[in-house]
């Protein structure tokens, strides 16, 4: 072969994988924004999920109605049972994995998805704190928490209200309870005031659309970490995978707390209550654990975390995982002393 048909030859090689790796180059934005490290890191947590002895479980409660709820293989009757409740943001999976491996060593799990997140859903038009508290403890019953059993509840953030409102409908159930920086026991006129503050839409803060206010999110929750650094297709992708197709719905939950004329209808509870506050919570100000701890009455106890935030969970786990342990068998202990 002659160096001008080698010339042409390699020239043509050359353009062909030159185009190739053009058009592989210019896809790479669209790739970026294709939900893949959501979704892995997803059924990463799932896998550590299994690891600490859990397993998924799903019940339909009637045609429109399912709750989607994680619980301990083996039911120790040596054990108290806990139920874990979590926030708006992600599903319980995301929220509690600092903590499930720690608190499934001593207690029998039941990690339960609100309606609307992760696979718990409903064709119901009843936004209200009391149909989630309902759903969530007719699929505990199904899900192993039957008969005369008692559990105690731990809660954060908009659990929090679901949990007060179950420990108000099933009194009998309900041994201790811990909310963790919640808002339960806010005037309307206190949210607001909150929401202005923040300076966004509560809905768009706490059900984000856009990588924005994912971040705003973050940065107002946590107080140990910035967000800055996670880059925007992550959170995109997060946002898009979190959703699961309940935008609207989650959005009217919110609504819904802001729509009410005030949180305070709330009966002070018989149960040992502990709370547990950030002392740099930006979402539920330290004043608002005062407020409800007086409402609540001598049964209750406030433990205020130095340098963390609204997302305690995420910001010192060890520290709320160890007040959760001691107060919640200290009380089951108790019972048998």
């Known amino acids: 072969m002659d160096a001008a048909k080698l010339h042409r030859l390699l020239s043509l ?22 939900p893949i490290f959501i979704p892995l890191a997803d059924a990463l947590l799932a896998l550590y999920y299994h690891s600490c002895g859990l397993s998924p479980y799903s019940v339909d409660l009637d045609s429109n109605t399912t709750i989607h709820c994680w619980k301990s293989n083996h039911k120790r009757h040596n054990r108290p049972n806990l139920v874990l409740i979590h926030g708006c943001g992600a599903n319980a999976r995301w929220q509690f994995c600092l903590q499930v491996r720690y608190l499934s060593r001593m207690f029998n799990l039941y990690v339960p998805d609100l309606l609307f ?3 718990s859903h409903t064709g119901s038009d009843d936004r ?19 008969g005369d059993e008692k559990c105690s509840l731990y809660a954060i953030s908009y659990g929090g209200w679901v949990g007060y409102r179950m420990v108000e409908m099933y009194p009998e159930v309900v041994e201790r309870v811990v909310i963790l920086s919640s808002g339960v026991g806010s005037t309307v006129e206190q949210l607001w005031e909150l929401v202005e503050k923040i300076g966004r839409r509560a809905e768009d803060l706490l059900v984000p659309e856009v990588a924005e206010d994912l971040k705003m999110l973050v940065k ?11 880059p925007n297709f992550f959170l995109k992708e997060f946002i898009n995978v979190m959703d699961g197709g309940y935008k609207k719905e989650r959005r ?8 009410r004329k005030a949180s305070f209808d709330l009966p002070p509870l018989n149960q040992e209550t502990l709370l547990i506050w950030g002392d740099q919570d930006n979402v539920f100000p330290l004043y608002l654990a005062y407020q409800l701890k007086r409402h609540l009455g001598p049964k209750a106890r406030l433990e205020i975390l130095k340098d963390t935030g609204h997302a305690a969970n995420l ?8 007040l959760i342990k001691s107060f919640v068998l200290d009380g089951y202990e108790n019972k048998f002393s």
């Open 252 to 259: 009217e939950l919110v609504q819904n707390l802001l729509a």
């Open 315 to 322: 910001d010192s786990p060890h520290d709320v995982n160890k």
């Open 13 to 34: 090689y050359l353009s062909t994988i030159l185009l190739m790796l053009r058009h592989f180059i210019s896809s790479l934005p669209k790739l970026r924004y294709h």
């Open 128 to 146: 209200s704190e009391k149909f989630q508290a309902k759903c969530l403890m007719e699929g505990l019953r199904k899900a192993g928490l039957g």
């Open 117 to 119: 997140f992760g696979g």
């Open 220 to 230: 107002t929750a946590v107080y140990k970490y910035n967000p800055e650094w996670i």
